[in-house]
């Protein structure tokens, strides 16, 4: 799940408290490369509701090895018109039971007609790499997925991962995350882009922290969304970079954007994005984990994010890389943005609400279907949870039962 950073908690205090900045305007230069004449009126939008019998789905229990998953994160959703089905994917971690020594990360795909039930495939969409020398041999997650019907058949559909071969190697953090790519016929099964493929020439590595940020010591890239418009893909991204002999200045925080013509090689647009900074001048008070739609019929890009002050989610009893809500932004152009710290989230976490009354883990994802949009976001929930699964939290003992869950909101969907 995004764990990239562990201590990096007060980042938006470094610049102001949001209320000096609500992003930029993209101005009235339509799509990308196409004349506003071929864009419709963008009419009345409505909000973001819960479903009803949230939580939609709980990690699954019954696989042929006999083994379990032990938690739900990062999921991505999109809709595919010719099964008229939401197609899923998220991190999980497999192994014989929620304490194993045996867990390893996947990558699972699941699919459902009614946004109710969803079908969770046997068989894995990724793993870690089996490779002890490899760049993502201990975490392969935070999946996002597009298909491209003009690629070759074989792959089609293109995944991009966070991936990590072990800690990063300057203390306060995480995981030193890369980004990887895997390629798939079926959109069910993926297979990593060789290493003669990759610009670094080691199997699935497509982009790191030092193609983003060069001048700088170390940092991270993770928590990749792919958005396919007109042949380019465009790639948004969290992103962190630091300096200093044991990396202890942070010299930038927020969230990215690339773009590439095979989804393979790619060239920076902008990292940090600055319209989507709290504070325009600070590097570091950007958000994370984007989730990102172009809407072709209105000529508008649409972004959902993650950005908390400090202690903003504090009061949330579990404490794991969580998130206060979700914020929304858009653009015209996909470059710059339009964001407003001050007014509301589109999603808030609320204790009475079923599948989050421990809290909401960090990120969500939004999926399109005609002008309706499908939320699924995780929550931190204590009810039907499995034998000896449990979370960390805030009390003296360090953890409660508990286990995360996806659940799911709308907005102009039935």
């Not at 000096?20 to 339509?30: A, E, R």
């Not at 696989?63 to 999921?75: E, N, R, S, V």
């Not at 991270?220 to 200093?244: I, K, M, Q, R, W």
Request: charged content about 20%; overall charge negative; aromatic content about 10%.
């Amino acid at each position: 799940m995004r764990r990239w950073l562990v201590l990096y908690l007060s980042l938006a205090a470094c610049g102001d408290d949001g209320s000096s900045m609500t992003g930029g305007d993209g101005g009235l230069d339509g799509r990308p490369d196409g004349p506003p004449s071929n864009c419709q009126p963008q009419g009345a939008t409505g909000q973001f509701n819960r479903r009803a019998n949230n939580p939609r789905l709980l990690p699954k229990q019954t696989f042929a090895d006999g083994k379990l998953d032990t938690h739900i994160a990062d999921p991505d959703v999109r809709w595919d018109a010719a099964t008229s089905r939401w197609e899923l994917y998220y991190a999980s971690s497999h192994g014989t039971s929620y304490t194993s020594a045996d867990q390893a990360n996947v990558i699972r795909h699941g699919s459902s007609a009614d946004r109710i039930t969803w079908a969770v495939d046997e068989a894995p969409a990724l793993v870690v790499s089996t490779d002890p020398q490899a760049w993502d041999r201990l975490r392969a997650e935070a999946p996002t997925v597009v298909y491209n019907p003009a690629a070759p058949a074989d792959r089609s559909y293109l995944m991009l991962y966070s991936g990590a071969s072990g800690v990063f190697p300057h203390a306060g953090y995480s995981f030193n995350y890369a980004i990887g790519a895997a390629i798939s016929a079926d959109g069910k099964t993926f297979t990593r882009i060789t290493a003669a493929e990759s610009p670094k020439g080691k199997a699935g590595l497509v982009l790191t922290a030092a193609d983003v940020f060069p001048a700088g010591v170390d940092g991270v890239v993770a928590d990749p969304e792919l958005v396919l418009v007109n042949g380019t893909y465009h790639l948004f991204f969290s992103s962190f970079s630091c300096t200093g002999t044991d990396c202890n200045t942070v010299d930038s925080y927020g969230i990215s954007h690339a773009t590439s013509t095979d989804g393979i090689h790619w060239v920076i647009a902008e990292a940090p994005v600055r319209s989507l900074l709290r504070a325009s001048a600070d590097l570091k008070t950007g958000g994370a984990q984007p989730s990102v739609i172009y809407d072709e019929a209105h000529c508008r890009w649409e972004m959902w994010l993650s950005s908390d002050l400090p202690n903003e989610t504090a009061n949330q009893p579990v404490a794991f890389n969580n998130m206060a809500g979700v914020w929304h932004a858009d653009s015209l152009d996909g470059i710059t943005w339009h964001v407003n710290y001050v007014f509301a989230r589109e999603l808030v976490w609320t204790p009475t609400e079923k599948g989050e009354p421990l809290g909401l883990l960090t990120g969500a994802d939004v999926g399109s279907s005609g002008n309706g949009r499908l939320m699924l976001y995780v929550g931190f929930d204590n009810q039907n949870v499995p034998a000896g699964f449990t979370l960390p939290d805030r009390t003296p003992t360090g953890s409660r039962p508990g286990v995360t869950v996806m659940n799911v909101a709308t907005r102009d969907l039935p």
